[in-house]
């Protein structure tokens, strides 16, 4: 992992109920983000004074509305406050991995990228059971029928998108069907785009926050009645 800071990016990480864990996810990202925005939606725990005193921006909501209106609120924070070139869409629970958001990065960088979409299929690293990987290909089966595209991995939430891209995301879906509705917005965009392989870290308390199978079966839920 790369130890040189990511100054052109900011990481929008949507938060609650995350006290446990933030403070340690916020510390280890910023070693190579240094700017992080943590959008707390409605947390009654003490989320957002664990991921401030870990040095992240919070912006709080005063009930919870959801991630994709989370995501919604730190996308306009970057784009309003900040002239970064690129945000990264980042999960609170310590899913994701910090080399894997400083690699898509520097790809978008480099191939000229407005968005890259994380995929934990593209290798063998994720490791999410069997059932859980078939409720999750019929997800993305379904996203990339309603989208056009073509993705592996549709309801990653490790994103990296470009400024232009995501002056273009308008987000209305606040449950989990906002991640079909982000990656439609950013197909329809025109602009270049490109998998990454990343992996998921599925821990017990991750499991516990939402990633169990149940959740998956949500997400087609959403997808089916949004």
């Known amino acids: 992992m790369s130890t040189t800071p990511v100054t052109d990016a900011w990481l929008v990480v949507p938060l609650y109920q995350e006290a446990a864990v933030v403070g340690d996810v916020v510390r280890q990202a910023r070693a190579t983000f240094p700017h992080i925005v943590c959008v707390d939606d409605g947390s009654a725990d003490e989320s957002a004074e664990r991921a401030r005193e870990a040095g992240a921006v919070v912006v709080r909501h005063p009930v919870n509305l959801g991630q994709g209106a989370a ?4 996308i306009d924070f970057v784009l309003s406050r900040t002239d970064a070139r690129y945000l990264v869409t980042f999960d609170a629970d310590g899913q ?13 960088r480099e191939e000229d990228l407005a968005v890259v979409f994380g995929s934990r299929f ?10 859980k990987r078939i409720v ?16 592996t991995d549709a309801h990653n939430g490790l994103r ?3 400024r232009d891209a995501a002056e273009r995301v308008e987000l209305r879906q606040d449950r989990m069907a906002h991640a079909t509705e982000i990656v439609a917005q950013l197909g329809r965009t025109g602009l270049p785009w490109a998998e990454h392989p990343v992996h998921l870290l599925y821990t017990d308390y991750s499991r516990a ?7 998956s079966v949500n997400i087609l839920v959403d997808l089916v009645f949004r």
């Open 71 to 74: 995501l919604q609120t730190g």
């Open 96 to 108: 994701h991995q910090v080399a894997d958001a400083a690699e898509m990065v520097r790809r978008a």
């Open 122 to 131: 593209l290798d063998g690293r994720t490791r999410p059971g069997l059932l």
């Open 136 to 151: 999750l290909k019929l997800a993305v089966w379904v996203t990339n029928r309603s989208t056009g595209l073509r993705l």
């Open 160 to 162: 990296v998108i470009r």
């Open 209 to 215: 926050k939402g990633q169990s199978l149940l959740n």
